[in-house]
């Protein structure tokens, strides 16, 4: 047996794992090479810029969200303002819709009147008696039916907001001084809508 062959067997089996690990772990010891090294590193970097990239879409997509659910509020608030106003404004208009019909029949209410007046001293049995009274309370019904009521003036205090003052006199008392002490023309509010002021005369 040649020496050369004696030495190979007498070659202890740690050593030759140790040499066999040495072989195959990279200059750094941790069996990879520098090559290896740089190109883990910059697979990592692109990560980490995938990951930025990724969290900065999130915040401008959290921004947009946030934009966008206030443009919904402020539409939706537009909305409901809108909704409120058309339905006060359909309200408003089935309230004085027929406004000026019933405004045309109040001077027929006047006529009535004055026909009543001057059939005072004629008999409650005259058949036209009964028949103008008759006629004049029906149109008295028909207008509240449809919320017209006359403004009470006789006696009250002055009032701009109903009352259209015609001229004015001595107050036959004391306590009538700036109160109504007759009144001309009777007035009319429709849905406390003034539909007709009260020509009165006020005291002095």
């Given amino acids: 047996m040649t020496e050369k062959a004696m030495n190979s067997n007498n070659?202890?089996?740690?050593?030759?794992a140790v040499k066999e690990t040495a072989e195959t772990q990279g200059p750094n010891g941790n069996g990879k090479t520098e090559k290896e090294e740089v190109s883990e590193k910059k697979g990592e970097k692109k990560k980490k810029e995938k990951k930025d990239k990724k969290e900065t879409k999130i915040a401008e997509l959290e921004t947009k969200l946030e934009e966008?659910?206030?443009?919904?509020?402020?539409l939706q608030a537009e909305f409901d303002n809108f909704r409120r106003r058309t339905l006060k404004e359909k309200a408003d208009l089935?309230?004085?819709?027929g406004e000026s019909v019933l405004t045309g029949i109040l001077p027929v209410i006047d006529d009535f009147e004055r026909a009543i007046e001057s059939l005072k001293?004629?008999?409650?049995?005259?058949?036209g008696k009964q028949g103008t009274i008759l006629i004049y309370t029906k149109l008295k019904e028909f207008l509240k039916l449809n919320n017209v009521?006359?403004?009470?003036?006789?006696h009250?205090?002055?009032d701009v907001d109903h009352?259209?003052?015609i001229t004015k006199i001595p107050a036959p008392e004391k306590k009538l001084k700036g109160k109504v002490v007759d009144v001309i023309q009777k007035g009319y509010i429709l849905n406390d809508k003034v539909i007709r002021y009260a020509k009165v005369v006020v005291g002095e």
Avoid: T, V
């Fill in 11 to 16: 070659n202890n089996p740690k050593e030759e």
């Fill in 156 to 158: 009250q205090d002055f």
């Fill in 121 to 127: 001293d004629i008999s409650n049995d005259d058949a």
């Fill in 163 to 165: 009352h259209e003052a």
């Fill in 149 to 154: 009521k006359e403004i009470d003036a006789l």
């Fill in 68 to 74: 966008l659910s206030d443009k919904h509020l402020r």
């Fill in 94 to 97: 089935i309230k004085s819709g």
